[in-house]
């Protein structure tokens, strides 16, 4: 398999419920990204992991916690989220320091919070 | 605050005619820019980028865009559409998150939706 696998493409949970989004890249990169991704608004970055930097947007609600157990496995843990959380989660990678590439996507995992 | 605009929400153009896709920069210094596409329930696909050199970039699909210094501008375009190019379309430049790391990030506009109609 290669690129960026993102697992449950789908998910419904309630406000107390705890889950957790799956990323894995198959490309050797050495960066992993969570964009979210709401109607009508721009792609968010959540968080980065990048050359054994993790940066945080400082927007984020720490009901969103993100792992990266190793350069190619990425998680989003969730737990106790709201409605408006509902949107497209998704993962990217890159090799870093990489200014002439771009990132892959996966094709995300649409969240629904009930 | 380095960024990208695309001022159009949405797009409509007949099949067979030329088309575009306007996205203007603000960036210090030299912007690397990036052009992605996202099909329904996809993820974003990557189609071209200018980081130096020509002016005009081809990419995938038959796609160009042109970077203009001057206008602070990359617009996408294709000279004859086809219905299957109608999707989401991302113009993005790639920024230094924090002054003192190296981690880099690609900033996204807000996306304009083309369709293509027969």
């Known amino acids: 398999e290669t690129g960026v696998t993102q697992t449950p493409r789908h998910l419904v949970m309630g406000m107390t419920n705890k889950k957790s989004l799956k990323c894995e890249q198959h490309l050797g990169h050495n960066a992993m990204y969570w964009y979210k991704q709401s109607a009508k608004k721009p792609l968010e970055l959540m968080f980065v992991?990048?050359?054994?930097?993790?940066?945080e947007n400082n927007s984020v609600p720490s009901r969103f916690s993100p792992e990266c157990p190793n350069s190619s496995h990425l998680f989003l843990h969730l737990h106790t989220l709201q409605p408006e959380d509902s949107a497209l989660y998704l993962c990217a990678s890159s090799q870093e320091p990489g200014e002439n590439y771009g990132y892959t996507f996966g094709s995300g995992t649409r969240l629904t919070v009930v | 605050a380095q960024s990208v605009a695309q001022p159009e929400d949405q797009v409509n153009v007949a099949e067979g005619n030329p088309l575009t896709v306007k996205c203007t920069y603000s960036v210090s210094g030299n912007p690397y820019l990036f052009w992605y596409v996202q099909y329904p329930n996809r993820g974003l696909q990557f189609l071209l980028k200018y980081i130096t050199g020509d002016n005009l970039v081809k990419g995938s699909y038959g796609f160009e865009a042109e970077f203009n210094k001057s206008q602070t501008s990359f617009h996408l375009k294709k000279p004859s559409a086809l219905v299957s190019d109608s999707a989401l379309y991302f113009c993005?430049?790639?920024?230094?998150?924090?002054?003192?790391?190296?981690?880099?990030?690609?900033?996204f506009g807000s996306g304009t939706q083309l369709t293509v109609l027969p």
């Open positions: 992991y990048s050359l054994e930097e993790r940066v």
């Open positions: 993005a430049v790639r920024v230094r998150i924090t002054t003192s790391g190296s981690a880099r990030q690609l900033t």
